[in-house]
């Protein structure tokens, strides 16, 4: 919303996935991304995976389901956040 601070639609936890940008073209950061607290985290050659999982089908397959199942876990989060903040209250929304 103009004139007011950035929306949170999702936090993530030890161990999960932050981006998904390096899977799909153009390969680009889409989203911004904010630590509450002191953060360690794993970088990782985007192209060298893409690589791997074009070399190895199984792996391949395996990283996109996992991605997949990922995003469709977002989505639904975010759905649910947005609402919460922009839905008229009693709309059934």
Known sequence: MPGK????VDSVSAGELLGWSWLFEPYRWQFGAEAMTRVRAHEVA???VRMMMDADP???LSL?????QMLAHRLYSARVRLLDLYAPHGSGL
Do not use: E, L, N, Q
């Open 64 to 68: 996109d389901h996992f991605v997949g």
């Open 5 to 8: 601070r950035a929306a949170v």
């Open 46 to 48: 985007a192209s060298t």
């Open 58 to 60: 199984g792996f391949g």
